[in-house]
Each structure stands twice: as C-alpha cells, then as structure tokens.
C-alpha cells in the first residue's frame, strides 16, 4: 500500500503563488502517471493536472497557463506550482495516481485564496 503526504498549502491573496509537494512511500513515480487533484467545499474532486511517466503534462483548462506539475523521481516526490491563484482555486490537494486514483487518498493540503 503505497501512502501519499501533501503539503505547502497556506492562507494566500489572489494574484500570490504556491508550491505544493506530494512525497510518495514507495518509489512509483517512475511507473506511473501521477495528477494533483482537488476539492472545493460541496463540490466532487477534479483532477487538475498530470504528467505521465515519460515526462507529458496534461492540465484541466481552469488551471492551463497558470499551475505547473513536476515530480523528482530520486526524492519520490511530486510537485505543483500554482501561480496566479484565484479564489475559485480554493480547496484541499492531493495527489494520487492518474487519471483514476489507485491507492488511499493523503489528508490533502488546504489551499485558500483570499484577501
């Protein structure tokens, strides 16, 4: 059973930036697709954004221009970089396998965009 711990969610004002990191128990970066999901308050989880195991990046139009996902294969780690915030980015991260989930969700990450 593969656990995921996300983190670097804080209190931001829109316009501001963030930097979200996914640290994986094992080492399944190099084996599989990984994405950032989401969930706002009352609203289902949406995947946001994805790179495949080569290295290919796929983003949710709502995201595109503005977040950025990476991942250091060595430090089993997946990363987000959020610019640009909005308040409609508001919500708890996780990260998991992609484009479907494959193992327990992480407590997630809070990410609020306010002033």
């Known amino acids: 059973q593969v656990q995921f711990v996300e983190s670097g969610g804080d209190l931001v004002q829109p316009g501001g930036s963030l930097r979200l990191s996914c640290a994986a128990s094992?080492?399944?970066?190099?084996?599989?697709?990984m994405g950032w999901y989401r969930q706002a308050p009352e609203k289902a989880r949406e995947l946001v954004a994805a790179?495949?195991?080569?290295?290919?990046?796929v983003y949710a139009d709502s995201v595109k221009g503005r977040f950025t996902i990476s991942r250091d294969n060595a430090k089993n780690t997946l990363y987000l970089e959020m610019n640009s915030l909005k308040s409609d980015d508001t919500a708890v991260y996780y990260c998991?396998?992609?484009?479907?989930?494959?193992?327990?969700w992480g407590q997630g990450t809070q990410v609020t965009v306010s002033s």
């Open positions: 790179i495949t195991s080569d290295g290919g990046t």
């Open positions: 998991n396998t992609a484009p479907g989930p494959k193992w327990q």
């Open positions: 094992g080492s399944i970066l190099t084996f599989y697709a």
